[in-house]
C-alpha cells in the first residue's frame, strides 16, 4: 500500500486539560480490599491535551481548544502548554470554576484511573474559533467532545466542506455504536478513528471485524487499531498494514495512546507513507511506556528515530486479529 498524506498546515485539538495525580500502589490493586497508596507526582494531563502536547514536540503546529478553570493548577496549565510551543490564545479561563483532576494508580504493569466528575463548561464556540478550525488540516477530539460544542453537526459538515479532517481518539467511554442514529453522523463524517482493543470490541459487538469493514466501506477513512503490546494495524478500503510493537518493559501506559496518536497524526501532516506513518507512532508509544508520566511522550522526531535504531532487534511478531 503506497497511500500518502498532503504535508502541511496546522491541527486544532478539542478537548480538556486535567490534573493527573499519580499513585503508586503499595501492594496489588485487588477490588474490594484496602490497598496503600503512596503519592508520586501531580502533572498536567488529559486526552485530547496530552496528543496536542506531544504532537506540538514533534514539530507540527498545534492549537489547543479548551475552557480551563480558575483555581491553583491554572497557570501550571498554561505554562506547560506554552512550554511545549501549544498556541493557547483560544483557551477560556472560568471565574469560580474547578479544573478538572484525575487519579492514576499504578499497580505493577497496569494502571486504573478514577475521573472527577467534571461540572466546569466546555468551550464556546466564537467566530475566532470557527475561523481557526475551518483553516486546519486536521481537526483531533473525542466524539464526546465535539458533541459538546453548540451547533456541532452543522460546524461538523462546514469542516468537512473547507476539506478539514477529522480525527477521533475513539476511546471506549466517548460513543454508544456505530447503530445509534447519533453517533453514526460522527463515525460517517472522520476521516481517522483509532481503536484500542477495549473499544473495538465495544464497536463490534455482535458482529466482529466486519463493523470495520462496514465502517470504512467505499471512502478514504483510516482505522487505527491499537492492541497494546502486539502493536497496531492501519486498516484503509485498501487493506491493512500490522505494526508490530517493541518488547520493553513498560513502567507506565497511561499516556502510549495519547503518544500513538500524536505521532500518526504528525506522520499524516508530514507526508509520510501510512506504513511510515504507523512504524513511527508504534515507536514513539513505545517509547513513552519507559517512564512515569502522560506527556513523556513529547520529544523530538529525532528521540523517536533513535529509539527505534536502537531497539529494532527487540519486534514482536506482527499483530493478527
Known sequence: MNQTNRPGGYVVAVGPNDIDEYYECVQPLVVGDKCFIRQLSVSPGGLTANSAVILSAFGTKTYLLDSLGDDQYTPMLLEDLRSHGIDTDYIEVLPGEENIRAQILLSGNEKTVLLYENHKPFITMTPQKRE??????????????????????????????????????????????????????????????????????????????????????????????????????????????????????????????????????????????????????????????????????????????????????????????
Request: with cysteine; proline share 3%.
Open 132 to 321: 481557526l478550525m475551518e483553516g486546519a488540516s486536521y481537526i483531533y477530539t473525542t466524539m464526546v467532545n465535539m458533541k459538546e460544542i453548540a451547533g456541532n453537526r452543522e460546524l461538523i459538515d462546514d469542516l468537512v466542506t473547507h476539506g478539514v479532517k477529522i480525527m477521533y481518539d475513539a476511546e471506549r467511554s466517548t460513543f454508544t455504536s456505530y447503530d445509534d442514529p447519533d453517533d453514526r453522523f460522527y463515525f460517517e463524517r472522520a476521516s481517522v478513528l483509532s481503536f484500542n482493543d477495549a473499544s473495538l470490541e465495544k464497536f463490534c459487538a455482535g458482529r466482529g471485524l466486519a463493523a470495520i469493514e462496514e465502517l470504512i466501506g467505499e471512502s478514504d477513512k483510516i482505522v487505527l487499531l491499537t492492541l497494546g503490546a502486539k502493536g497496531c494495524i492501519v486498516k484503509t478500503r485498501e487493506g491493512e498494514i500490522a505494526i508490530p510493537a517493541y518488547d520493553v518493559k513498560p513502567k507506565d501506559t497511561t499516556g502510549a495512546g495519547d503518544t500513538f496518536n500524536a505521532g500518526f497524526l504528525h506522520g499524516l501532516c508530514s507526508g509520510m507513507t501510512l506504513r511510515e506513518t504507523g512504524e513511527f507512532a508504534t515507536a514513539a508509544a513505545n517509547r513513552s511506556i519507559l517512564s512515569v508520566g502522560s506527556r513523556t511522550g513529547a520529544v523530538s522526531v529525532a528521540e523517536v528515530e533513535a529509539f527505534a535504531r536502537d531497539h529494532a532487534g527487540l519486534r514482536v511478531a506482527p499483530p493478527a486479529l
